[in-house]
């Protein structure tokens, strides 16, 4: 019968001991990453493919208001770090589950609490009182700056300095990554361009600010939003006075997201006789595959210039 000599045994020992580290290290480079909104999620998910990602809200909500639910605080507990907008768009519910959550990690000036809205411009601050009756105005400004794909980018490069200085051993991986989105996004931001020549100062009716940034890149003009104040749902009067504006000077297409209820879009529409005038667009990605957000981009460009005249 053969019996392993002592020192070979040593040497098992040994293969064995480093394969539990290697694997051990292994598991805790996968990175788990809280998301508020999905946008951020893909954009995540790009960047670290091997990350765990988690997002608070789907495409069919608004994020602005969110309840804080048990299952977010959990999530938010165990995550090693958090991505989200800022900008107070997250203010009804973020602070709420950082308490909760009680993650030394993820609370406000830690590195792994990320907010893109930080690393950016952003337009159309609110100027003015805010009162109780002024709805949810963006005191610091748009906060719904995903839909520039020229923000994104800059945003996906400050995420992966922070995402690599979290997961040091992923640095590699994620420059890469962020050399093929940047490579890709920028072939796509000029075909899309291209394509929405057609787009470029024509008028359109909107509902919320959710695409503002798209607008302002594309060169579209909201003329008139279907919320008499941000985040209040359009009243009768109010809607009257944009079906008599939009009479006067037919806005190209009436858009609204996909988590608005479109009636009042559909009413206006049916007033002026064009119902296939009104769109709906995801106000962020619909899926988390690898794509997911050169996908959103090519549904919206798309959307738009097939009602394009
Ligand atoms: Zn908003």
């Known amino acids: ?12 020992t040994k293969l064995a001991l480093s394969l539990a580290f290697t694997l051990a290290q292994g598991h805790a480079a996968a990175l788990t990453v809280f998301a508020c909104e999905p946008e951020w999620a893909a954009l995540t998910q790009t960047l670290l493919p091997s990350a765990k990602v988690y997002s608070a809200t789907h495409h069919l909500q608004d994020p602005h208001h969110i309840e804080a639910r048990p299952s977010l605080i959990a999530q938010l507990r ?3 770090m958090a991505v989200c907008t800022g900008a107070e768009l997250e203010a009804g519910w973020l602070p709420m589950l950082q308490a909760k959550a009680s993650n030394p990690k993820i609370q406000n000036g830690q590195p792994g609490m990320f907010y893109a809205a930080d690393h950016v411009s952003l337009v159309h601050p609110f100027k003015g009182t805010v009162t109780p009756f002024s709805g949810d105005v963006h005191v610091l ?12 980018l800059a945003v996906a490069k400050v995420l992966a300095l922070r995402l690599a200085a979290i997961a040091p051993a992923e640095k590699g991986r994620i420059d890469r990554q962020l050399q093929q989105f940047e490579t890709t996004l920028s072939d796509k931001i000029q075909a899309w361009e291209q394509l929405a020549k057609p787009l470029r100062g024509r008028s359109v009716v909107t509902q919320h600010a959710n695409f503002a ?3 302002l890149w594309l060169g579209l003009n909201p003329v008139a939003d279907l919320e008499p104040k941000p985040g209040v749902p359009p009243t009768p009067a109010h809607l009257a006075r944009t079906l008599a504006q939009s009479r006067t000077a037919p806005p190209m297409a009436i858009v609204i997201a996909q988590h608005h209820d479109p009636r009042p879009a559909q009413w206006l529409s049916g007033q002026l006789g064009t119902p296939q005038k009104m769109v709906v667009l995801p106000a962020t990605v619909t899926s988390d595959g690898p794509d997911a957000l050169l996908a959103w981009f090519d549904l919206m460009v798309n959307r738009l210039v097939q009602v394009a005249p």
Not at 1 to 12: D, H
């Open 141 to 152: 400004g748009n906060p719904h700056l995903h839909a520039d794909p020229r923000r994104l």
């Open 78 to 80: 165990n995550a090693d």
């Open 213 to 215: 940034y798209l607008w």
């Open 1 to 12: 019968m053969w019996w392993p000599s002592v020192p070979m045994v040593r040497t098992l």
